[in-house]
């Protein structure tokens, strides 16, 4: 069946560093692949999406590229603030299912 | 637009209970999905629901059932309630015919004791 792997937490960083947090995912056919994001407290918010090979999406400074060559789908953003602080989930949804296959999560540490 | 809401927010039921979770879909949405989010997990596929019938389940004991309303709100119910359906629960409602995103409620912490 189809999987998402996501890189282990806690990934702790100081504000206005690098983050990137890797994500992989097995699955048939072109799934559409998502992040989304968990503040502390709340539910999941839709971060950003792709829905094709090569389709970058983007949203508040974060960006992460379908990479169907290597099944990836790493998030990234070139300066994180404090606020960015929260747990990312990458997921998958099959054009004919329905229904969302989450990775385990990633919990972002922002330190000032 | 009024996004999806869940009610309670928190409750506590002892182990052999019965419990039932309620969901309003977004405005225009008619699917709704539950997911259950154990402590440190990612959230899991339980079930969907669309014109009021199931429309795909994960792996959950029929013990876990649901119901869709004609205004597309949405019951969870879980019967003979074990330590392990601690969690939160998510709803999250769609367009079937669009995107098909799906848009998260803010849960309900369920606690067994």
């Known amino acids: 069946g189809d999987s998402v792997t996501q890189m282990e937490g806690p990934v702790t960083l100081s504000e206005e560093a690098f983050l990137t947090i890797n994500c992989t995912y097995t699955a048939t056919g072109y799934p559409s692949l998502f992040w989304y994001v968990q503040y502390p407290g709340e539910g999941l918010q839709l971060l950003l999406k792709a829905t094709k090979a090569d389709d970058k999406g983007s949203n508040k400074g974060f960006e992460a590229t379908y990479r169907k060559e290597t099944t990836s789908f790493h998030l990234e953003k070139g300066s994180v603030q404090v606020s960015d602080s929260a747990v990312y989930f990458c997921a998958l949804k099959q054009a004919a299912g329905n229904k969302l296959t989450f990775g385990g999560g990633t919990r972002v540490l922002v330190k000032p | 637009e009024t996004g999806v809401t869940q009610s309670p927010t928190h409750l506590i039921k002892t182990r052999g209970q019965q419990v039932t979770l309620r969901c309003s879909s977004q405005?225009?949405?008619?699917?709704v999905s539950w997911y259950q989010q154990a402590l440190g997990q990612g959230p899991q596929f339980i079930f969907q629901y669309y014109r009021e019938e199931e429309n795909g389940r994960g792996n959950f004991p029929p013990r876990f059932s649901g119901l869709q309303f004609p205004n597309y709100s949405s019951e969870l119910n879980v019967n003979a309630l074990e330590l392990d359906d601690s969690a939160l629960y998510l709803c999250?409602?769609?367009?079937?015919?669009?995107?098909?995103?799906?848009?998260f409620g803010p849960g309900t912490r369920l606690t067994v004791t």
């Open positions: 999250a409602s769609s367009f079937r015919g669009g995107t098909y995103e799906q848009y």
């Open positions: 405005s225009g949405h008619n699917t």
